[in-house]
C-alpha cells in the first residue's frame, strides 16, 4: 500500500505537472493502470489525480456569494501565468548556468526582460486590479518567493525596485506574499481544486 501511495504522489506531481506547464490549471482527472511485482506476485493497480473534499462553501449574503465566485473566475484566469513564470525562472535558471561571463549572463537577462513585457503587457493590460494583486501572490505560491525576490535575483535590486515602484502606483506591491494557511486559506482550496479539475 505505501508502495502505491508513493508511486501516486509521484506521478501526480510529474503529470499534473506536466498538464500544467502546458498553460492550462484545470487537471482533467485521469486514471493509469499499470502492474507491479510483489513478491514473485504480478499485482494490477490504478493511480488517480488527487481528489479534494470540502464542505459546500455556505455564503452569508449574495455579495459574499458573488465574491467567492468572481475568485474561482479569477483564480482560472492567473493560475496559468503564474505557472509560466515558474517554468520560466527555472528554464532561464538553467541557461544562465551554462553562461560563461557576468556580462554575457546581463545582457541575456536584458534580452529575457524585454521579450517578456513583449510577450505579456497586452496580457497584464487585460487583468483587472484583484486579478493582477492575485497573480503577485499565485506567483509567490508557485515560485517559494515574492514576484520582487525573484526578479531580484535575475535583473538585480535597481531595475527590480524600478518594477516595484511601477506596481506600488497603482496600488500593489511585489514584495506580497501567499500565507495558504491564513489570509489566503480560501484561494488555496480554490487553488487546489482548480488544479484537479474540480472546479
Known amino acids: 500500500m505505501a508502495m502505491l501511495a508513493a508511486q501516486q504522489g509521484a506521478w501526480a506531481q ?18 493509469k493502470v499499470g502492474k507491479v511485482l510483489v513478491d514473485g506476485d504480478s499485482i494490477q ?37 503564474a505557472k509560466q513564470v515558474r517554468q520560466m525562472l527555472i528554464e532561464t535558471a538553467e541557461y544562465l548556468e551554462t553562461i560563461p561571463t557576468k ?44 514576484a520582487y525576490e525573484a526578479m531580484q535575483a535575475f535583473i538585480g535590486p535597481v531595475r527590480s525596485g524600478m518594477w516595484q515602484a511601477f506596481a506600488w502606483m497603482f496600488g500593489a506591491s511585489l514584495k506580497k506574499g501567499y500565507n495558504p494557511d491564513g489570509v489566503d486559506r480560501l484561494t488555496e482550496r480554490v487553488v487546489l481544486m482548480v488544479e484537479a479539475g474540480q472546479l
Open 103 to 146: 556580462k554575457e549572463k546581463e545582457e541575456h537577462m536584458k534580452r529575457v526582460e524585454a521579450a517578456i513585457v513583449a510577450e505579456y503587457k497586452p496580457q497584464m493590460k487585460k487583468l483587472t486590479f484583484s486579478q493582477g494583486k492575485l497573480l503577485i501572490k499565485l506567483v509567490d505560491r508557485e515560485c517559494n518567493s515574492t
Open 45 to 81: 493497480y490504478m493511480e488517480m489525480s488527487n481528489v479534494y473534499v470540502y464542505p459546500e462553501p455556505t455564503f452569508k449574503s449574495k455579495r459574499q456569494q458573488q465574491s467567492y465566485m468572481r475568485l474561482v473566475k479569477n483564480v482560472k484566469k492567473v493560475l496559468p501565468i
Open 14 to 31: 510529474t503529470d499534473g505537472g506536466t498538464a500544467q506547464e502546458l498553460g492550462d490549471p484545470t487537471f482533467v482527472p485521469m486514471v
